[in-house]
């Protein structure tokens, strides 16, 4: 089954083809970095402009790279939620517009499914039950995946997301949009011994987190200085440590409460190399394996939707007549993936779409 993905849900336009066996055929991605940087972050209805001028000329040529015409998809798969409306409404548009002309099955993916997912894009031989750690600019969750589908939120944020947190503490330090990158770039010129910043809810019992009070210590360690650019990368090197700390001793607990030996770590703040390090560690010493998405597969793309959306549509679901985006949507309110029998994990994916 030839699955077209589309995502759409904030500043990036994605758009890929999967294939139930053939694995991974194409994708492309346009950002819309250089559209919103002048403001400092994501203008809602430049996103959804934006996406309704890329999102045609995407499809184009991401089924041109695959070698494939429109007849011969065979599914199409849109985010549905959560994200910007606007931007959503786009790719369900184009989506459900596209099935119907062509007479196949729409599924509207859920977001942060693709996000959990797309480690399974490298990682065929990954299966559940294990335990997911929802890194993105929206959403800090961890979450026992009991099955595909089968979704158990164990803790989330309580205030900020942990992307939301990078972008604004980059934010105060100058960096510029988007924050989590930047942040990373100027923490390599940080002096480790100079600043330590809290680990905010690793004191307490408990699998939530809040990241909006070390934001402000940041404000106030800032305020102390000059704000040269080494007090800016000092500053930067201690918030990343004191995040990437966070999240792995929250993820070690889990991992110890739930008894899971399987740790998956997904989103966009999952690109952080430091992270990515400690989660190592922390997987090494429970003796547990760690699986994370190759880096263009953390942030947001069209490949992770294509995989969801190929999964549901292969277990029968598949979009009514009516087109499918909401802003907020629970990932436990989703329904299991139910194709066990024929589970079409891309055996061959990571040789046919090498990195
Ligand atoms: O998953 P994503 O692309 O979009 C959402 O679903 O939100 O995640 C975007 C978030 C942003 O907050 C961005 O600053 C953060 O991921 N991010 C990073 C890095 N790359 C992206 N945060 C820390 N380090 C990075 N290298
Ligand atoms: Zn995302």
Same mark, same amino acid.
């Given at each position: 089954m030839y699955v077209l993905g589309l995502e759409t849900s904030c500043d990036e336009t994605g758009v890929a083809v999967y294939h139930a066996?053939? $694995? !991974?055929l194409a994708h492309r991605l346009f950002s819309q970095i250089r559209l919103h940087a002048p403001y400092g972050g994501v203008v809602p209805e430049l996103a959804s402009r934006d996406h309704i001028r890329k999102l045609i000329p995407l499809i184009r040529q991401t089924l041109d790279d695959a070698g494939?015409?429109?007849? /011969?998809?065979e599914g199409v798969a849109y985010t549905?939620? %959560?994200?910007?409306i606007g931007a959503l409404l786009v790719g369900a548009s184009v989506g459900h517009s596209l099935a119907r002309a062509l007479n196949v099955p729409a599924i509207g993916v859920h977001h942060m499914e693709g996000h959990l997912l797309a480690p399974l894009l490298d990682n065929p031989e990954l299966r559940p039950p294990f335990l997911a750690l929802l890194i993105s600019g929206g959403h800090t969750q961890l979450i026992q &995946? /009991? /099955? !595909?589908?089968a979704y158990r939120l164990l803790g989330e944020s309580i205030d900020d997301a942990v992307g939301e947190a990078f972008d604004k503490v980059a934010k105060m330090l100058e960096l $510029?949009?988007?924050g989590g990158p930047a942040l990373e770039r100027v923490a390599l =010129? $940080?002096? %480790? =011994?100079r600043f330590r910043f809290p680990r905010p809810?690793?004191?307490?019992? $408990?699998l939530d987190f809040s990241f909006s009070g070390l934001k402000t210590f940041v404000m106030n360690t800032l305020g102390k200085t000059s704000a040269t650019s080494q007090d800016r990368a000092d500053i930067a090197y201690a918030f990343q440590e004191a995040v990437a700390d966070t999240l792995a001793i929250k993820c070690r607990r889990a991992l110890r409460q739930t008894g899971l030996k399987r740790l998956v770590a997904a989103g966009g &703040?999952?690109?952080?190399r430091t992270l990515r390090r400690r989660l190592g560690e922390v997987a090494a010493h429970e003796g547990a394996q760690l699986f994370l998405p190759r880096l263009e597969f953390?942030? /947001?793309?069209?490949a992770m939707i294509a995989f969801a959306g190929c999964l549901r549509l292969l277990s029968g679901q598949r979009e009514k007549g009516e087109i499918k985006a909401q802003a907020r949507w629970p990932l436990e309110e989703l329904p299991p993936?139910?194709?066990?029998? =024929?589970? %079409?994990?891309? =055996?061959i994916a990571a040789e046919s779409y090498p990195r």
């Open positions: 066996r053939r $694995g !991974l494939l015409t429109i007849r /011969d998809l549905a939620g %959560p994200g910007l &995946v /009991d /099955d !595909l589908g $510029g949009y988007p =010129e $940080g002096n %480790p =011994e809810m690793t004191d307490r019992p $408990g &703040v999952c690109a952080n953390c942030t /947001d793309n069209g993936i139910a194709c066990r029998a =024929e589970f %079409p994990l891309p =055996e």
